[in-house]
């Protein structure tokens, strides 16, 4: 028996979604076509489709006018229309699909080269993610887009001199007022993303004006954070929870949910809790500009083991978390400290393989020649594999080189202005202060990170 996936999607998420989505689904009983429909309205996604589902399935049937996360269905026949195709002639769409030629979901490639294990194992990382950590990094990903272009413009305004900006009109002025409002930007799509990580769709726009909340207030990305959660679980709350007739149920996501959860978050953030993170925001900023050269070296050290403890997990995710959103405080140090020491793992293990054959198998020397791209993408995760099949050595040895790395560019006094972009952000001028202290940080660090595990690995390869 073929077995038939949907999605349905309109713009407003209120009435055609789930009119597109009942149609489907009567007909293809009417059929005796096995079908689940997954439906993304003003609600958010509901019967969602998982992967099992998706590799069973012998096509999809896309009845959306927005996206509908395409990206999952990658092998598969997949029939794309409006929703109205779906509401207007259902059983022509099945009948499509029926007839598709079914391909077989692409299995076994991504071992096939190093750079799709490693995304595979980032993808899966990501699956695995749940609770608070799961939002949190969700509103960390929409945010990092931003700070990198706002942080790029302002950095590429210093071209012209580093007060170029102040004079109105010029081009200096420009990058630096749209670098500015980038900036802006950043604790109020943090907030609001952690808000849809946990409420969907009805927790956005609470949590977007939560965030902004706490960039008026002083209240930083700490603010930002719990406003996020505090919209997200309060909007999860009356979606679920709150039963309205059902001639008023099409209100609850367009006009209750929001009103009521952003009522709620904004009080708290004005009465309660935006003084409060504005005081300890300030103390943070403070203490971090004023404090000495052992101390920030300290502070290097840790974070740049922390980045190579897990890499990518929650702890690399927590260092890099707050080396990002301290740019918008405009502390930049430990920023340069967290890529320099995010860089150098796959670097150092690349250099590894470079230098003994007898300790690595082809293989591995392969993998290390894209493990050096990696790292010079700044992709910490490049150097996954390599620990994965030898930890006890791997990791204590890119602990050490990172937290070298991460120490050195404190000392060195260097600044990063954007929170990724590996070697190729240090090509756009004044992104990076002390650029060649910079890249000596990092280079040091690499390379005792492939002294370490050339030391501690056993040979491989003998004769």
């Known amino acids: 028996m073929k077995k038939l996936l949907g999605v349905t999607a309109c713009p407003t998420g209120i009435a055609h979604t789930y009119m597109a989505a009942e149609s489907l689904q009567k007909t293809a009983k009417e059929k005796g ?3 689940k429909v997954e439906t993304r309205g003003a609600v958010g996604v509901e019967n969602e489709l998982t992967p099992a589902e998706i590799a069973e399935a012998h096509a999809i049937i896309v009845a ?36 598709m030629d079914a391909k077989s979901v692409e299995t076994g490639s991504e071992t096939a080269n190093y750079v799709e294990n490693v995304q595979k194992i980032k993808a899966e990382r990501s699956a695995q993610r749940t609770g608070p950590y799961k939002h949190l990094m969700s509103g960390v990903s929409f945010m990092i887009p931003i700070v990198v272009a706002g942080g790029l413009l302002i950095a590429c305004s210093f071209m012209f001199g580093i007060y170029a900006f102040k004079q109105t009109g010029t081009l200096a002025w420009g990058l630096k007022t749209i670098g500015d409002s980038a900036m802006g930007l950043m604790v109020t799509v943090l907030s609001g993303y952690i808000a849809f990580s946990i409420a969907d769709r009805p927790g956005l726009a609470p949590g977007l ?10 209240a930083g990305f700490l603010g930002g954070i719990f406003a996020g959660f505090i919209a997200g679980y309060i909007s999860k709350l009356l979606r679920d929870k709150l039963r ?12 209750i949910i929001p009103f009521i959860s952003t009522l709620v978050v904004g009080l708290l953030m004005v009465f309660v809790i935006g003084t409060p993170f504005t005081m300890l925001m300030n103390a943070l900023v403070a203490w971090l500009k004023d404090m000495g050269t052992a101390n920030a070296i300290l502070l290097g050290v840790i974070m740049g083991a922390m980045m190579a403890t897990d890499m990518g997990g929650p702890i690399n995710k927590a260092a890099y978390t707050v080396g990002t959103a301290l740019i918008a405080s405009s502390v930049y140090a430990p920023m340069a400290a967290v890529m320099a020491a995010g860089m150098t793992p796959p670097l150092g293990l690349a250099i590894a393989t470079f230098i003994s054959k007898r300790k690595f198998n082809n293989e591995e020397r392969e993998a290390g020649k894209a493990a050096l791209v990696l790292g010079l993408s700044f992709i910490t995760e490049g150097a996954i594999p390599f620990a994965a099949a030898d930890p006890l050595r791997v990791i204590p040895s890119c602990m050490i080189g990172s937290a070298i790395a991460g120490g050195l560019s404190e000392a060195f006094g260097c600044l990063l202005r954007a929170p990724h972009g590996g070697l190729f952000v240090m090509l756009i001028p004044n992104a990076v202060s002390n650029v060649f202290l910079y890249l000596l940080a990092i280079a040091i660090g690499a390379v005792v990170t492939a002294l370490l595990v050339l030391v501690l690995k056993k040979d491989k390869v003998t004769g």
């Not at 207007?88 to 009948?95: G, R, S, T, V, Y």
């Not at 004006?209 to 002083?218: C, E, F, Q, V, Y």
Request: glycine share 12%.
């Open 33 to 35: 076509v096995p079908i």
């Open 209 to 218: 004006i939560g965030g902004a909340l706490s960039s008026t207030l002083g």
């Open 244 to 255: 309205l007739p059902k001639s008023l149920e099409s209100l609850k996501p367009i006009l």
């Open 64 to 99: 959306a006018d927005m996206d509908a996360d395409e990206g999952r269905f990658k092998g598969k026949p997949v029939v794309r229309v409006g929703a109205g195709a779906a509401i207007k002639d259902p059983n022509a769409l099945i009948e499509r699909a029926l007839a």
